[in-house]
């Protein structure tokens, strides 16, 4: 362990989608792919910053976003801006609004709604836009194509899965890991433009309502579901 990496480095390193691994003086990059499409232009610069900087080698993360391990962290500069100049997006990490996850939608037999471009949309409005805005903790967002539900959007903070053409289902309150629990169907089915609101209006009442580190499905429970849907629901 490197002792002038200090907790207040790799935090603020974090926060910049640099993760310290397990050696405890380096860090593994990542790289945020919008629904997870990767084109040979992207691949090849992430190899070739893995071989330049790390170790050969770039990982898939469960979200389809990328980490690439073992960078120095005198290189950390310098991939940050080789990433940024091939408008490759650095982050996923933090108390603020997360990567979107979602599946291969329309392409799929399956798919009822273009995920892929839903993707795209809410990787604009909800997280760049909201990047630099802080939150009382992490904030997912999930997005399915059919009822399959293939990246599990019950589990997310707030869920959406398509039930008919270009129409989605909504969920709130899911959570996995440590803590876990299932999210709550909002009733009815609702238009993409509809659910683009639901969202924003979510974000921003925890944004208001949460406690310091609180995350939103423990906020959902203290507020109660029927208190905290009428708030998202509004001026849809």
């Known amino acids: 362990m490197r002792e002038d990496l200090t907790v207040e480095i790799q935090n603020s390193l974090r926060g910049q989608g640099f993760l310290i691994l397990k050696d405890g003086e380096s860090f593994a990059v990542r790289v945020v792919l919008p629904a997870g499409k990767v084109t040979k ?3 090849d610069k992430l190899g070739d910053i893995a071989q ?3 170790r050969g080698y770039f990982s898939l993360t469960q979200r389809l976003d990328v980490e690439i391990p073992f960078i120095k ?7 940050k801006k080789e990433l940024l100049e091939s408008n490759l997006i650095v982050g996923g990490t933090g108390r603020r609004v997360r990567s979107i996850h979602t ?3 329309d392409v799929c037999r399956f798919g009822l709604i273009n995920t892929e471009e839903l993707t795209r949309d809410f990787t604009e409005k909800f997280y760049k ?5 802080p939150l009382p903790n992490k904030f997912r967002i999930t997005i399915a194509g059919c009822r399959n539900s293939c990246p599990k959007p019950q589990i997310s903070d ?4 398509g039930r008919k053409k270009d129409m989605v289902a909504v969920f709130i309150g899911g959570m996995n890991g440590i803590s876990q629990s299932t999210g709550t169907e909002l009733e009815g089915i609702y238009t993409l433009q509809q659910a683009e609101k639901i969202v924003d209006n979510a974000i921003h009442f925890y944004k208001n309502s949460g406690e310091p580190g609180e995350r939103f499905p423990k906020m959902v429970a203290r507020l109660g579901v ?7 629901l509004k001026n849809i």
């Open 41 to 43: 232009d992207i691949s």
């Open 52 to 54: 330049r900087y790390g």
């Open 73 to 79: 962290y005198e290189d950390i500069e310098s991939v």
């Open 103 to 105: 599946c291969k939608g």
């Open 129 to 133: 836009k909201y990047y630099d805005t």
């Open 158 to 161: 707030i869920g959406i899965a």
């Open 226 to 232: 029927e208190t905290v849907a009428k708030e998202i």
